[in-house]
């Protein structure tokens, strides 16, 4: 069911992508580096580029959020590769991920005040608004038991698109945060969606177990 839902992002490119860094995770993962590091490398990154966003140095905060995306990238695949992956390093690497995304848009937002664009900071509001109901629609579904890996415009599409968007030109990051604050609201209702297929698939099925037992014992009492 997730593979029918498709993302903006095809997946085949994030393993690639994946792919290319593999040879510098197994490196780091020789040197004994910890992933936890990369972790709060990625949220200084990502509130370095928010500085430089507010100060008016577009494309290098665009850079800088490209750069603190790839920090989130290896903290995960390097805790893998190096036998660390744990449930609190899951934990920790998710709050952070939050924190990153509240000072990036919080970047962004103050940019276009300062720049007297109250109608692109509203909807950065939404933007933000969005990118935290798509987590937490997959934390709460996860919590419950319900797959919830799908949705168009999930984490990595949310931070290549602003990064590209502001390296290329203020218009193409204000078609970017309009993008972000249509379909990252949309995924969180796909998420939501999808967690109540499964719900109702779970209960037709449960439906048809007890139907089935009835019939036996109706079966073994007439025999």
Known sequence: MAGSIRRL???????IYIRILTPLINLFAKWGLSPNSFTVAGVIITSMAAVVLIMGYIRLGGILMLLGGMCDTIDGSLARASGKASRFGALFDSAIDRYAEFVIFF???????????YQTSIVVFFALCGSIMVSYCRARAESLGFDSKVGIMQRPERIVFLGLGAII????????????????????????????KQDADNFEHQTEIKTEHLDKKKHVVFK
């Open 107 to 117: 970047g962004v937002a103050v940019h276009f005040v300062l720049a007297k664009d």
């Open 169 to 196: 030109h203020v218009v193409a990051l204000k078609l970017v945060i309009w993008l972000i604050a249509i379909f990252a609201n949309f995924t969180a209702l796909q998420r939501i969606r999808h967690a109540y």
């Open 9 to 15: 992002i095809p997946e085949r490119f994030q393993k």
